[in-house]
């Protein structure tokens, strides 16, 4: 018979407590980036100078375009109401539509000839997105400072200069976009007459929205968005590498010349001290509208403005190092070493060529067809109530409606004829005048009627419709206009 634990002496098991694992830690991941605002530097240099050129270029033509007068109208007005479109000289209706679309071909075909050749320079340079940036950070600067004097400011508790500085410059912002949207408007509608409404406050509610509506669109894009509008809403910022090759010129850093990089004083010299030419003085980042690091390579935020350039030239004079340290180059040339007479040899590549062939081969065909367009045009219409019917004398008439349009600023006094290939014999048009009265740029709808003797004839014969235009200029040649058409015999 064993023996108890207890006799035994044997010891009592010692409870074992089981401690849970603590649970993992949640790790929280935010799926989109918290904007960091940017505070760009003023800069100054040759690309910056071409940049402000093209600002003030763009703008007065925008702005000042509506405002221009041709023969007693405005130069160039887009008058949707009256389906007439006015460039200069030039008078296009919904029937050239054509031409508009040659336009968009010719603007995408420039777009991507100038991106193969070097990169963004539409989006540095000329994009109103970065054009209205630039006004409304010159704006800024003016009022709050360049960026030390602004980043200090927003870092401030909120105070009546603080307040009054915030107030002044959207105050400014503003006027500008206002004034913006009020221009665009007055591409649509006579900008005298908006000039005028807006004095008696009688504004109509289309014009009243597309003012506030575009006014609204530019103060946010150009004020607020920024640079959020080229990084994440432009979508030529996600397909533009799909144009760039090699022999692209984009801004590039030149790595083995800059790198180690690090700071030093003007008198050191930067070979005894294992540096390159780089002072790693983030000048290039600072003055950067999209805050990137052109060191770090080519990102397509990048919208090639060039400003990493001057700014990083202004050093490179401070420091008496050679200019160029970032500079416009490509690939190629920069792993091989290339000069610039190297570089430009390798601008008429096969992809260039194809752009700039189909590029001209539009633009000519467009020029051309714009310059021989007739400046009187005819539709034949039948009448659909009346298709043809019989007279009491045997002969059958038929019922048109002839669309004339006067393409010429200048009216126009027309005759009417009808002759028939087919050999219909006392073919006849009956109309309420023979001699019409056209008005400059106007269309006129002209109900005719045309008779002739079957002579047992049936089905579908050919006529033509003949109109004959003349000028109030003396010894000028008369227009003719040929249409076909179809008389009916039952």
């Not at 240099?45 to 763009?58: D, E, M, N, Y």
Request: hydrophobic share 45%; aromatic share 10%.
């Amino acid at each position: 018979m064993s023996a108890s634990p207890e006799r035994a002496g044997a010891s009592r098991p010692v409870p074992i407590r089981v401690v849970p694992a603590p649970a993992a830690e949640s790790v929280e991941q935010s799926l989109y980036e918290v904007r960091r605002k940017i505070y760009p530097r003023a800069v100054h240099g040759s690309f910056a100078r071409s940049r402000w050129g093209l600002v003030f270029a763009t703008q007065l033509v925008f702005y000042g375009a509506p405002w221009l007068a041709w023969n007693g109208r405005q130069a160039v007005l887009f008058d949707l109401a009256a389906r007439k479109f006015y460039v200069l000289g030039l008078v296009f209706w919904p029937q050239d539509f054509v031409y508009l679309t040659a336009l968009l071909v010719v603007s995408a075909l420039s777009l991507f000839l100038f991106t193969a050749v070097a990169g963004r320079l539409w989006c540095g340079y000329a994009c109103p997105q970065t054009v209205y940036t630039e006004i409304f950070m010159w704006v800024e600067r003016a009022i709050e400072g360049d960026r030390p004097a602004r980043m200090r400011l927003d870092a401030q508790a909120l105070g009546p200069r603080k307040a009054w500085l915030k107030a002044a410059k959207h105050g400014a912002w503003i006027a500008i976009a206002l004034w913006t949207g009020f221009t665009f408007v007055g591409y649509f509608t006579p900008i005298r007459e908006l000039v005028r409404s807006a004095g008696e406050l009688a504004f109509g509610p289309w014009e009243t929205f597309w003012v506030f509506f575009y006014g609204f669109a530019t103060y946010g894009n150009a004020g607020w968005m920024r640079e959020q509008v080229c990084k994440y809403m432009c979508p030529y910022a996600r397909f533009q590498s799909a144009m760039f090759d090699r022999d692209t010129l984009v801004i590039t850093y030149d790595r083995a010349r800059g790198e180690p990089r690090g700071s030093r004083s003007r008198k050191a010299d930067p070979r005894e001290q294992g540096l390159g030419d780089c002072v790693d003085c983030s000048i290039c980042v600072q003055v950067c509208p999209t805050g990137i690091d052109i060191r770090e390579g080519l990102q397509y935020e990048c919208i090639g403005c060039a400003a990493c350039i001057d700014g990083c030239d202004q050093v490179m004079e401070k420091m008496g190092y050679p200019r160029g340290l970032i500079r416009y180059s490509t690939e190629n040339a920069m792993e091989g070493a290339w000069d610039a007479r190297r570089i430009a040899r390798r601008v008429p590549r096969p992809r260039v060529l194809v752009y700039a062939a189909i590029l001209c081969a539009v633009a000519l065909a467009a020029s051309l067809s714009m310059g021989t367009r007739a400046p009187l045009r005819m539709d034949v219409m039948r009448d659909r109530g009346a298709l043809a019917r019989e007279l009491g004398d045997d002969r059958i008439e038929n019922v048109y409606r002839l669309q004339v349009m006067n393409a010429r600023e200048e009216p126009l006094t027309l005759g009417l004829a009808v002759r028939s290939s087919a050999g219909l014999e006392h073919l006849e048009i009956l109309v309420e005048a023979q001699a019409l009265e056209l008005e400059p740029l106007a269309a006129r709808v002209i109900p005719v009627r045309v008779r002739a003797e079957p002579e047992h004839r049936h089905g579908s014969l050919p006529i033509e419709f003949v109109v004959t235009a003349r000028g109030a200029g003396r010894g000028e040649a008369p227009l003719t206009l040929v249409e076909k058409s179809r008389f009916l015999i039952p």
